[in-house]
Each structure stands twice: as C-alpha cells, then as structure tokens.
C-alpha cells in the first residue's frame, strides 16, 4: 500500500512539474475545485488519460474551475492564448509544434455554449490530441 501510495504520488508530482505548475498551488487549486465540483478524486487520472466524459456535470464543473484559477480561461469562457502556449513551450521546444498544437484545441467558444464545457472540451482536446501534454 505505501509503494502505491508513493507511486500515486510520483507520478502526479512528475507531471506537475512537468507542467511548470507549483505542486503546492496545483494541490491547492484542485481542492479548492473538488469542494466546488465534487468531482470523484480517482477522476483525475482518468481525465489525464483522455477519458473526459463531457456530459458528466461534476467533470465540466471542476475542469472549468481549474483553467479559470490558473488562468487559462476566463468567466466568459475566452481562453488565454498566450498563457497555454507559454505553458506549452515548457514541453515542446518545437514553437511551430506549439502554435499547431494551440491552434487545434483552443477554438474559441461557439455562442451559446456553456463555459464550464467548453473548458473542458479543451482539456480533453489536449489530452486526446497529444498524449503526454499536462495542462492540468
């Protein structure tokens, strides 16, 4: 049990680092976002494995609150180009491949949308597109 707790543990740290993100600050913002969403915890990994389920309520709710508090989308749902792909560039040193990869996944919110989906239809696009991104 202590290895996978330890396991568990590595591999979020690993890809929070990866992500440039104080883990302190991601852990917190993930709290403050499941009192919020009540999302299940175990949702997480899945969501990162690309299993965003987009009708499911509990994952648009805390995956909008999530890019909102780093900043990636705002309370009208317009996204933060600049940000992502800031956030991007600390993953892929290829800019071309940044630019690409934002232009793919950061559409901007069709009117009539809900912001709490769209949001996280950009979370999945990222995570379905190009495995092995951490956006969150």
Same mark, same amino acid.
């Given at each position: 049990?202590?290895?996978?707790?330890?396991?568990?543990?590595?591999?979020?740290?690993?890809?929070?680092?990866?992500?440039?993100?104080?883990?302190?600050?991601?852990?917190?913002?993930?709290?403050?976002?499941?009192?919020?969403?009540?999302?299940?915890? &175990?949702? %997480?990994? =899945?969501? @990162?494995?690309?299993?965003?389920?987009?009708?499911?309520?509990? $994952?648009? +709710?805390?995956?909008?609150?999530?890019?909102?508090?780093?900043?990636?989308?705002?309370?009208?749902?317009?996204?933060? &180009?600049? %940000?992502? =792909?800031? @956030?991007?560039?600390?993953?892929?040193?290829?800019?071309?491949? $940044?630019? +690409?990869?934002?232009?793919?996944?950061?559409?901007?919110?069709?009117?009539?949308?809900?912001?709490?989906?769209?949001?996280?239809?950009?979370?999945?696009?990222?995570?379905?597109?190009?495995?092995?991104?951490?956006?969150?």
């Amino acid at each position: 049990m202590e290895i996978l707790t330890f396991l568990i543990s590595f591999t979020f740290l690993s890809l929070v680092v990866a992500s440039s993100l104080d883990p302190e600050m991601v852990k917190k913002i993930h709290g403050e976002c499941f009192e919020i969403s009540h999302l299940p915890r &175990d949702s %997480l990994d =899945k969501i @990162r494995a690309g299993q965003v389920d987009l009708t499911d309520l509990a $994952v648009k +709710e805390h995956l909008f609150c999530y890019t909102k508090k780093v900043g990636f989308v705002n309370d009208a749902g317009i996204l933060n &180009d600049d %940000l992502i =792909k800031k @956030r991007l560039a600390l993953q892929i040193k290829d800019e071309n491949k $940044v630019e +690409e990869y934002a232009k793919i996944c950061n559409a901007p919110k069709k009117e009539g949308e809900e912001v709490n989906y769209f949001a996280a239809k950009v979370v999945a696009c990222y995570y379905n597109s190009f495995p092995g991104i951490v956006i969150m």
